[in-house]
Structure formats: C-alpha cells, structure tokens
C-alpha cells in the first residue's frame, strides 16, 4: 500500500493557505471523488516522484507542455542559461526573432506573432483583435471546448442547438454572455442556423481545430472547411484556438496536419517548454490592428522574457528531430491496443478516441463527438479507475474529459507497465 502522508499533510496546509489548496482548480481530485491531490516533488522524463517517495509514470504532461519529459536536459540548459544571462529585460531581444521565425517557418499562417504568458491571454487578444479588425461584437464557440478563463470564453451554451450563452462563472456578467453563441461540436446545420441569426455581427468564430478540452475529438470530414466557408461568408474571421494542439501531433498546428488555414491562431503549453508562455498571430493585415501599429491594445510586461523564448526555441529543435512524433504515435497506438486488447477479457464499455500522443479512455460504449456524448460517459467509473491507476503509480489527469499525453521520454517498457495497472484496474471495475 502506498503511503501518500506527506502529500495529505501539505494539502491540509495548503488548503489554510490557498485558496481551495490548490492554484487551478483542476488539480483538486473534485471531479474524480475528491482526496487529498498528490504533491509531486520532483519529475525526470516521463517520472514523478512525490513527497513521499512514490514513484509514478506521467500522462498529465501538465495539461500538455511537456511533451518533452520533465527536465529534458537540452531545455534545462537553455533555461540554466538564461538564468545565468538575466530572465527578464523588457526590452526587445534576438531570442524573440529567433523564435518568431521559427513559428512562421512552422506555421506559415502565422504572418506575424505576438507573444504573451498564457493561453488565456493569447485567446482573449486573438477575439479583441478580431473585433477590432470587423467592427463587430459578438464571437461564436463551440460547446465544451475551454478557451482559458478571459470573461469572453467562460460563457455557457444556453439550451437549444445555437443559443446566446448564459455566464458560466459568477462574476461574467449577462451582457457579457450575450455577445457569446455557442453551437455543438462538429454540427454543420447548427452553425449555419447561428450564422443566419447572427452572422452580421459576428467578428469571430472560436475553434479548437481538435478538441482537446472534451477528450481528444477529432473534427469530422469537412467541419472545418465548412466552418471556414460559412463564417467567411459572413465576413467574419476563423480562430483556431491551438493552445493544445499546437505541436501536438506534427511539427506545426492541427491546422497543417488537416490542411485548414484560419485568419488567427492562439497558442500555449507546449511551445514555451514548460515555462509560462502564449503567442498568437495571423494575417499581416489583421494582426496591424495591435498597438503599436493599431488601435487594439494588448501589452505584457513579462512577455516574451529571454527564458520562456530560449526554453521554447529548445523545446522546438527537439521536437524537429526526425521521427518525434512516429515515435509518439507508435507509444499512443501500443498504448490503445493494449487497453483494447485486455478489455476483452472484461467488458467495460469503454471508447477511445486517440490521435498519435494523446488519446482519452471513456467509460461509454458509444462513439464521442461532442460535448454531450462526452457528458454523457461515466464520471463515476473514471473516478474510480483514476485512483487505481494512481495507487499503481500511473499519473493521469484528475477529470474524464482530459486526455493522457505521451512525452518523447516514455518507453514501450513504461507502457507495458501502465497496461498492467489498467488489467489489474479492470479487473477491479468489473467486480
Ligand atoms: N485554450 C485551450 C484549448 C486550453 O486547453 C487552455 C488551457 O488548458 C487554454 C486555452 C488556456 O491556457 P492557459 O491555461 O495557459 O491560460
């Protein structure tokens, strides 16, 4: 049995000291039947160790960014370096050239960029830039998909299949909400309904060109060529919200694995190495509309600091190696295989949705397309299976609708070893 003491002391101390003791509030267990989290201590490639000496496999890859395994010597050097060179400047600095060509080289989309420090920030400017640029308000989204927490993107779908939204946190206000549709995911007539509503005054639509918010879920045939032809009809623009899939699944964004170009495009997690990092950029013409050169204003003081540009261009010259990301498709295919493969000797109803490194396990037989099918899987049994695979020392997000993600480090060995713990957790489901 292990022993999470240590982890369970420093919660109940935490939770006098910060709010809900934890600084996100997915960290809490909340949604998969509460406990103390674990309080990590340490990680090396695709390993935790916590504060009591519990050694574990990772697949939270801390919500994305670390596709690269914890501590990738080649990123370490460079933030040991820019610690030696002094972290922050306020002033322009070459890395940002540097690492701005390397996302125009990736992304050729992105005709110019501008960074920030989160997802949540690049987000919330990609949307006033967009107003800026149509001289319109409102924006549509699609329901489920998170887009950081900016007042904007916290708004609920109302019911019915396009509605304005409703707050979906205390403190968004209801004139907020209103300038916010929400449609489901992958629902061509949905959006088309919304369009014919609202299209005149929609500056933007919002899209997470893979959800990665809901589970891993793929865009069907066509959504987002038709997104693109039905928004731009209405003389709105496309964001793609790449946060997530950013370097996810190609050296590049979901945009050039799928071939789709939007007019914008945020990005997060994984480009700043694992240190605090957003960017977002577009069209020439549509990006002119920020300060300096337009009226929209956005500014940061931490942005673009020497140590998350160095530690973001490292963590791009790893992932342009050769064959990164066959690698991490062959891991993710060994890993759903083998889940499939034990199930059946149980019979769980259980879906998978993966793409090469990331991939959700749903505990619900039917196909995952949307929020709904997502909502409607067994949060219960996830709980449960969460806390067997952490008790076997198997690290995954705390939630149903997150997805495990590979890292670069991981070994078919560490696989392996995850699909014992998922036989034995089974095993335990079934009883
Ligand atoms: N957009 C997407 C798709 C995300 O998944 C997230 C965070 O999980 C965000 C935006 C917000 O990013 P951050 O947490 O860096 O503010």
């Known amino acids: 049995m292990r022993n999470y003491e240590t982890s369970e002391k420093l919660y109940e101390e935490a939770q006098d000291l910060i709010v809900g003791g934890v600084n996100s509030p997915s960290r809490a267990y909340k949604a998969v039947g509460g406990g103390a989290p674990v309080f990590m201590k340490k990680g090396k490639g695709a ?18 960014p670390i ?6 010597p080649h990123i370490t050097e460079s933030i040991k370096k820019a610690a030696d060179e002094g972290v922050l400047y306020g002033t322009p600095t070459a890395y940002e050239n540097q690492f701005a060509k390397l996302l125009r080289e990736a992304i050729p ?9 989160s997802g949540t920030e690049a987000v919330m400017t990609t949307i006033r830039v967009a107003r800026a640029y149509t001289g319109r308000n409102k924006i549509l989204k699609f329901a489920g ?73 793929m865009p069907e045939k066509g959504f987002l060529e038709a997104v693109n032809d039905i928004v731009h009809g209405a003389g709105g623009l496309v964001i793609y919200d790449e946060v997530i899939t950013g370097f996810r699944f190609t050296y590049g964004g979901a945009q050039n694995l799928l071939g789709v170009e939007p007019d914008m495009t945020a990005l997060g997690k994984i480009i700043g190495g694992g240190l605090p990092i957003g960017a977002y950029g577009g069209k020439k013409a549509i990006m002119e509309q920020v300060a300096p050169l337009g009226p929209a204003y956005q500014a940061g003081t931490m942005s673009g600091n020497p140590a998350s540009m160095q530690a973001g261009i490292a963590c791009l010259e790893i992932l342009k190696q050769p064959h990164v990301y066959e690698k991490l498709d062959a891991l993710g295919e060994r890993l759903e295989d083998g889940i499939l493969k034990i199930n059946e000797k149980y019979q769980l109803p259980i879906t998978i949705n993966r793409l090469k490194g990331a991939m959700t396990l749903y505990f619900g037989s039917r196909p995952v397309k949307n929020y709904d099918d997502a909502k409607n899987t067994d949060g219960e049994m996830f709980g449960k299976f969460f806390k067997l695979m952490l008790h076997q020392g198997i690290n995954l997000a ?34």
């Not at 496999?57 to 801390?62: C, E, G, S, V």
């Not at 989309?109 to 420090?117: A, G, T």
């Not at 509503?197 to 893979?210: C, H, S, Y």
């Open 398 to 431: 705390p939630s149903k609708y997150e997805a495990w993600f590979l890292t670069t480090e991981h070994t078919e060995a560490d696989i392996d070893e995850t699909l014992k713990a998922v036989d034995h957790a089974f095993s335990q489901l079934k009883k």
């Open 145 to 217: 998909c998170y887009h950081g927490h900016s007042d904007l993107v916290l708004v609920a779908a109302g019911s019915g299949p396009s509605t304005l939204g409703s707050p979906d946190s205390a403190g968004v206000t209801e004139n907020i909400a209103k300038e916010v549709i929400t449609v489901p995911f992958n629902d061509i007539d949905a959006l088309k309904h919304a369009i014919d509503r609202w299209g005149d005054d929609i500056a933007a639509v919002l899209v997470e060109p893979i959800v990665g918010n809901f589970g891993i879920v």
């Open 47 to 64: 390993y935790f160790w916590d504060e009591d000496g519990n050694r574990y496999i990772d697949y939270l890859a801390a919500y994305g």
């Open 109 to 117: 989309s992105l005709e110019k960029v501008r960074f920030n420090n």
């Open 67 to 72: 596709i690269t395994g914890h501590a990738h």
